[in-house]
C-alpha cells in the first residue's frame, strides 16, 4: 500500500470512506474483490449439522460489509462467497473463524478479482462512489 497524507492509493475502482481512530483522518480505500470457492471435504450430513452456525458466520462478515453474496454450488459439492476487503489477509482471517474451516468441513481457494465490467444494477457494488 502507498500512503499519501490522507489517501491510500490502491488497483481498484471502488473507494470507500475510512475512517483513522489513531491519526483522525479520514482515508480513501479502493477495494479489491474476491471470490472464495469452498469445496466440502465432509460428507454432506456433517456440512448439513454445520451450516446454520456457517451462516450465523457469514451473516457477521455481511454486516461487517465485507460479503457481498454467497450460496452452495449446484450440485452441493461446495459453495462460492464473493467479497471484498481493503487486502488479502482480511478474507484469509475470515475464512480461519468461519466454522466450515474450523470444523474441518470445507478446504478454501481464495481467487482475486479486478472487475472492469459489470451489469448496471450491479453499479453500487463497483462504480466509484
Not at 40 to 62: D, G, Q, S
Not at 87 to 104: C, L, V, Y
Request: a positive charge.
Amino acid at each position: 500500500m502507498l500512503f499519501c497524507w490522507a489517501r491510500i492509493l490502491l488497483v481498484n475502482k471502488k473507494k470507500t470512506p475510512v475512517r483513522n481512530k489513531t491519526l483522525k483522518k479520514t482515508f480513501v480505500v479502493f477495494m479489491k474483490y474476491f471470490i472464495i470457492n469452498l469445496q466440502y471435504t465432509k460428507p454432506i450430513a456433517e456440512v448439513a449439522e454445520i451450516t446454520p452456525e456457517h451462516r450465523a458466520y457469514l451473516k457477521i462478515n455481511y454486516d461487517a460489509g465485507i460479503l457481498l453474496f454467497s450460496g452452495p454450488r449446484v450440485p452441493r459439492i461446495g459453495g462460492v462467497l464473493f467479497a471484498k476487503a481493503e487486502d488479502a489477509s482480511i478474507i484469509e482471517k475470515m475464512i480461519a473463524a468461519d466454522p466450515f474451516k474450523t470444523k474441518g468441513i470445507a478446504e478454501y481457494e481464495i481467487i482475486e478479482i479486478a472487475p472492469v465490467m459489470w451489469a448496471e444494477g450491479l453499479n453500487k457494488i463497483f462504480e466509484i462512489a
